[in-house]
């Protein structure tokens, strides 16, 4: 049996929640293989909606056994969040949710240092969640990360110590003042002792090693789920550098982050909006900054799952959509949002960029919206209100004709068409 893979295709902000959801009755196991709580996949159904962020998006099946990766890096100030929010369902999750020995730990102070170099790059900056990601992922890089098989290693301690008075020599020579910074509005010593009390709650979850588990989770033939988080166009390698995440969201994030052979994997599943929104900074080719673009984000209610931030909105980008699927080698799309668009006599589709007056489809390698020029194609919209939708047949003749036309630019059947927040508002093709 092989492993499927489930990703965003666009800036993040995709919907993956949703679908992993949906999906997860099909499957024995449900593993999230990079990123860590600067991810929100929202999931509603029965006028209930919760956000995960470390939590793989299966934990609502009762069947499904959910794997917190190696490529994982865990907060349990912000997992034990979490686990509170999902508690009045009645889910025992610690029977639901292994851990890797191997995920990373975010130490209060990596989130004191991302805020201190946030702060640094003054206009420059690059959107950062504050979650400490970047911080995380470099000491895991620079072999100096703390992992969760560390918290019952006699010198545990000592090794925090160590970390913590390195970072505060590091948040030094950016601000003398770091200290006062505030984490979760508290004082950094208050959310530090917070912080270490909720190392308990990671020694009341199994630890595995997910990467013994998963191969025989494989071997007895068992389905597997790769949920990844944020989106391809966020890569550290393939996205829009350096406006991205620390961590590789693209399929092949799935080999790394969970140990997992590339001869193993089977279906890769692309979700991609209708539209395309971003949250923070970075190039973005075809964001309305007009009345359209603030319709988008009211009707589709774009509003950062983690941050709250309003999200920026734009047309689709088919340039963007066709290099992520081809990096993640996407078998199967799954497209969210289309609702949001209803009520939109034209539609327009990023098809090609002008770059210094020359067209193209590929994405550059200096992207920035200062040298590319979207290429549009306008296509008719539908007024018709998609709420009580329930089959792909019923959908607006133009509708249908909009997927078609993304379908055949792209080369990939789109198999799956999401017309509401809901688990129930989803169309199988």
Same mark, same amino acid.
């Given at each position: ?16 929640? @949703? ?82 020995? @191997?995920?990373? $730990?975010? &130490? ?52 925090? +110590? ?7 020599? $590091? ?24 912080? &270490?009390?909720? &190392? ?15 191969? +025989? ?41 969970l140990g997992v052979a590339p001869g193993n994997v089977g279906k890769v599943f692309g979700i991609f909006k209708a539209y395309c929104t971003r949250v923070g900074s970075g190039p973005f080719p075809t964001e309305l900054m007009d009345a359209t673009g603030e319709e988008l984000r009211k009707k589709g209610q774009e509003f950062g799952a983690t941050t709250g931030r309003p999200r920026r909105c734009g047309w689709l980008d088919l340039p963007a959509l066709k290099y992520a699927v081809m990096i993640n080698g996407v078998t199967e799309l799954k497209m969210m949002k289309v609702d949001v668009l209803s009520g939109f006599k034209e539609i327009k589709v990023a ?6 007056? @020359? $067209? ?36 607006? +003749? ?9 379908? @055949? ?21």
């Open positions: 049996m092989k492993i499927d893979i489930l990703l965003g295709l666009q800036w993040g902000d995709e919907g993956k929640g @949703k679908i992993v959801d949906v999906l997860t009755p099909d499957y024995d196991v449900v593993a999230r293989f990079q990123g860590g709580p600067n991810a929100g996949h929202t999931i509603e159904f029965e006028n209930k909606k919760f956000v995960l962020h470390t939590i793989p998006s299966g934990i609502f099946n009762p069947k499904s056994i959910n794997v917190i990766g190696n490529g994982v890096i865990i907060d349990p100030f912000i997992l034990d969040k979490e686990i509170e929010d999902i508690k009045p369902t009645g889910i025992d999750i610690k029977k639901k949710v292994l851990l890797s020995r @191997k995920a990373h $730990l975010i &130490l209060p102070t990596h989130r004191l240092l991302d805020a201190v170099y946030e702060k640094a790059k003054g206009d420059r900056k690059i959107g950062s969640t504050l979650k400490g990601i970047g911080p995380a992922y470099t000491d895991k890089i620079s072999r100096n990360g703390i992992r969760v098989g560390d918290i019952d290693n006699p010198n545990f301690t000592e090794k925090y +110590q160590e970390a913590r008075e390195r970072h505060f020599k $590091l948040a030094s020579m950016y601000d003398p003042e770091f200290i006062q910074t505030k984490i979760e509005g508290l004082g950094f010593e208050e959310y530090e002792s917070i912080w &270490l009390k909720k &190392l308990d709650l990671l020694r009341e979850f199994e630890r595995i090693d997910s990467e013994y588990f998963i191969h +025989q989770a494989v071997l007895e033939n068992k389905k597997v789920l790769a949920e990844g988080a944020q989106g391809t166009m966020l890569d550290i390698d393939f996205g829009s550098y350096p406006f991205v995440t620390s961590s590789n969201t693209t399929s092949a994030g799935v080999c790394n982050g098809t090609h960029y002008k770059i210094n007056g @020359k $067209l193209t489809d590929h994405v550059p390698y200096e992207c920035s919206d200062e040298n590319i020029e979207p290429v549009y194609k306008t296509v008719p919209g539908w007024e018709e209100n998609l709420e009580n939708v329930y089959t792909f047949d019923d959908l607006p +003749q133009s509708l249908k004709d909009y997927i078609l036309f993304i379908e @055949k630019e792209v080369g990939v059947p789109i198999n799956l068409v999401s017309v509401g927040p809901d688990r129930k508002q989803t169309l199988m093709r």
